[in-house]
Structure formats: C-alpha cells, structure tokens
C-alpha cells in the first residue's frame, strides 16, 4: 500500500529554472493538497483540490502552479525558481468524508541557489 | 480566522518520565484537532484526532490528548516517553470548509535522554 508518493526526494535548482514536483495517491482520494514546511515553522498550505480539474490557491501560492488531470495525481510547478522557495514540500491526500485525516507523502526537499 | 499556536519549541524529556506537549488553538466554532508526529526526513503521521464527544481521545503509540474548551487547548500527553518518540509534533485544526484544509502550528521538538 504505497499512500502518498512524492518525487523527487531532493532537488537542487540555479535561481530562474522550472520544475515540477511530482504527487501520487493511489487511496482513491478527492482531495489532494500542497503544503511547504520552512525551519521552525509548521506547514503551511499552497495549493489545494477538491477533485480532478478543480484546484483553488491556499495560504502561500505565488509563484507556484498545480494541475489535476486525474483523481491520483496533482503535480506543483515552479515556474521562476527563486531562493525563496528554497524549503521542504509535501503532498497530502485525504477522503471526501470530513472525519477523515489528511495523509502526506514523504517530502521533497528543494534547494534553489 | 483559525490558527494554532505551539508555545514550546523545544522540550527535553528523560526516558521513562512523562510528556505533555502544549497546543492552543483559535477557532469560532468546534474545531476539529489533530496532532501529527514527524520523524527526521519523513513525512507527517497521524497520532490522534478530535471531532466530537469524549474529550480525550486515545491514538496510537500510547499517546493521548484532552481538548478543553475553556482553555482552547489540546495538549498531547504520554505516561512514559521511549528513546523512539523523539520527533517533531505538529498540532492542526481544519477549517471545516469544502476541503478541510489544516492550519498547522509551529511543532514542538522533542528530545528524549536515556
């Protein structure tokens, strides 16, 4: 039972480059979320989907770009990497039933010099 | 608005003694609690959750938390800290919406000596 599978575990970028971070679910789950975690601090959501082709901006979503073509998978996009965004990201799922916690993938770690 | 604050960064334990992990949170209505545990290069796991009803809830690897209203707490409490809980411990509340999205506090650091 795989969960939640994030990749790639660590990622360094040069300031101005693009990339994608990959997230997998295979619970069957509507939601999916992204969250970033920075030193000392909890996590804080940047993007979220109630189900494919519906995604809506969190706390923290400038500079970043998410698609959901399907019920498994909501990539995060980096267009314009910047040293800012240099920080621990995670991918959560959860069911449609509100009593239910939301699951995370293991984490990408992201440099960006 | 919904926050959570986590008044204790850091807090060292021995091994064998008890723990109790500070978590006040702010929210209009009846919140919906969580508190997740994160190990060194992991993701976040679920410890326990409360929705409704009995305000202490059981979880898993022992741990247990009370929610009192009139405090607007939720602290995570074990009898007997393991060398193996050393860890990050994060407390949450969803806001209720569409897509209960977490607002999460800052963690707490637990550091356990033999």
């Known amino acids: 039972n795989a969960g939640v599978t994030q990749t790639p575990k660590f990622r360094i970028l040069k300031i101005g480059q693009s990339m994608t971070l990959q997230c997998t679910q295979d619970m069957n789950h509507n939601y999916m979320y992204w969250y970033r975690q920075d030193p000392g601090m909890g996590l804080k959501l940047i993007y979220y989907?109630?189900?494919?082709?519906?995604?809506d901006k969190g706390e923290v979503p400038n500079g970043y770009n998410v698609s959901r073509s399907t019920t498994e998978d909501f990539p995060l996009r980096l267009e314009l990497a910047a040293p800012s965004q240099t920080s621990v990201y995670f991918c959560?799922?959860?069911?449609?039933?509100?009593?239910?916690?939301?699951?995370f993938g293991d984490g990408t770690r992201l440099s960006i010099l | 608005a919904q926050s959570v604050t986590q008044p204790d960064i850091h807090i060292t334990v021995s091994e064998g003694a008890s723990l109790e992990l500070r978590c006040n949170y702010s929210y209009g209505a009846t919140p919906y609690l969580f508190w997740y545990v994160q190990s060194p290069g992991q993701g976040l796991q679920l410890l326990l959750k409360y929705f409704s009803g009995d305000t202490l809830v059981q979880g898993i690897k022992g741990f247990e938390a009370e929610f009192k209203r009139s405090q607007s707490s939720f602290n995570l409490r074990k009898p007997s800290v393991h060398w193996s809980d050393a860890a990050e411990y994060f407390c949450a509340v969803s806001d209720q919406t569409g897509a209960n999205n977490l607002f999460f506090g800052t963690g707490t650091r637990l550091t356990v000596i033999p």
């Open positions: 959560a799922s959860s069911s449609l039933n509100s009593n239910q916690p939301q699951h």
């Open positions: 989907s109630v189900g494919a082709g519906i995604t």
